[in-house]
């Protein structure tokens, strides 16, 4: 993998040489590749899917360290305590309170406001198991924050991990989910079973 030379400015990042080299290292003896480009978003929802394996994870992390990307992703708040508390918000770790007044949607969007980038990551299923319907909380996030869904898919079977495309949610969480996993649904997971094949509209 080389690094793509078109990186938006805009896209937040974190890391050095040291932690990119050892990222590229690791997705070039895994033989994967990414495909796509970023947006010149500072602020975005990143939905990755399908989520079937462990293994998603093993694979996603070397390409973020690669790309001095900082991805943040959501956490019990009972988990920010020492030592533990900086490490996980220089991360990206984002402390959340399902009991706090304005739900979890409110507290996302005020994360949004408070930054000047943000790119938050979640795996719409939220499980590896298989699901019967996909949360929509990324949804709820994204609009009540008014900032845009990035798709980018696991798929397995070519070994690549895909910049789909930018989506903007309407507010309309039926369509909106249709669409987005209209546009997932060319993509296989490692474990494909797991995963919801989708009826396109005639």
Known sequence: MSIPKNLPEEMPRIGNWFTQGIGLLIVKALGWRLEGE??????????????????????????????????????????????????????GGLPTDRTAPGGLAQQMAKSFR???????AITPEGTRKKVDKWKNGFLRI?????????????DFPRKRICVDSLYQPTGNLE????????????????????????????
């Open 38 to 91: 970023f947006p010149p978003e500072k602020k975005v929802m990143v939905a990755l899917a399908p989520h079937t394996s462990n293994w998603d994870f093993v694979v996603a992390m070397p390409f973020i360290m690669a790309l001095k990307a900082k991805i943040s992703f959501m956490m019990k708040k009972e988990a920010f305590f020492w030592p533990f508390k900086r490490l996980f918000i220089w991360l």
């Open 114 to 120: 408070q930054n000047e980038k943000m790119w938050v």
């Open 175 to 202: 369509q909106d989910m249709r669409e987005i996993q209209r546009r997932f649904n060319k993509y296989r997971g490692r474990n494909p079973e797991n995963q919801i094949d989708f009826i396109e509209d005639e």
């Open 142 to 154: 994204a609009y009540t924050a008014q900032v845009p869904i990035l798709l980018v898919a696991w």
